[in-house]
């Protein structure tokens, strides 16, 4: 859906450089194309938005816990605590929060999510990167001490 939706964007683009008069350049070797104001915005815009699309979809975040890390949706915001071993102690992912944090009119891209270490071991600041929304997060062994709160 992604590729189609880019693909037609770039036709429309094309479409629209070609439909105004001042567009194209006769003499091609020294500028190919001047785009108005509106078309080069779109560009940018448009450029963001790709940038975005190839970000990572998730990410592992290093606790101070050498076996603990914490997984990261960059989508989404949901997030898992993941334990590895490198003899018979168990290995396991632990769900830390599976609430989509994004709602359906709003974008999910990838990167759109950041989490940030704090001086507590334990806990994370986790970020909206694109409305500014805050939530603490707060990693255990024990499932008791596991939580995500929303940071108003």
């Known amino acids: 859906m992604?590729?189609?939706?880019?693909?037609?964007?770039?036709?429309?683009?094309?479409?629209?450089?070609?439909?105004?008069?001042?567009?194209?350049?006769?003499?091609?070797?020294?500028?190919?194309?001047?785009?108005?104001?509106?078309?080069?915005?779109?560009?940018?815009?448009?450029?963001?938005?790709?940038?975005?699309l190839r970000g990572p979809r998730y990410k592992l975040?290093?606790?101070?816990?050498?076996?603990?890390?914490?997984?990261?949706?960059?989508?989404?915001?949901?997030?898992?605590?993941?334990?590895?071993?490198?003899?018979?102690?168990?290995?396991?992912e632990y769900t830390l929060d599976d609430d989509i944090k994004v709602y359906t009119w709003e974008e999910q891209i990838c990167g759109r999510f950041e989490l940030y270490e704090t001086k507590n071991m334990y806990n994370f600041i986790l970020l909206d990167t694109i409305n500014g929304k805050c939530w603490q997060v707060q990693w255990s062994i024990e499932d008791k001490n596991r939580f995500v709160i929303r940071i108003y």
């Open 2 to 52: 992604r590729k189609i939706l880019i693909a037609l964007i770039a036709c429309l683009i094309g479409l629209s450089c070609y439909a105004q008069e001042n567009t194209v350049v006769k003499d091609v070797e020294q500028d190919p194309l001047i785009l108005s104001p509106r078309d080069s915005m779109f560009l940018e815009y448009m450029d963001i938005y790709l940038s975005q």
């Open 61 to 92: 975040y290093p606790t101070q816990n050498t076996w603990t890390f914490i997984k990261l949706d960059t989508m989404t915001g949901q997030l898992w605590q993941v334990q590895y071993s490198v003899d018979k102690s168990p290995r396991m």
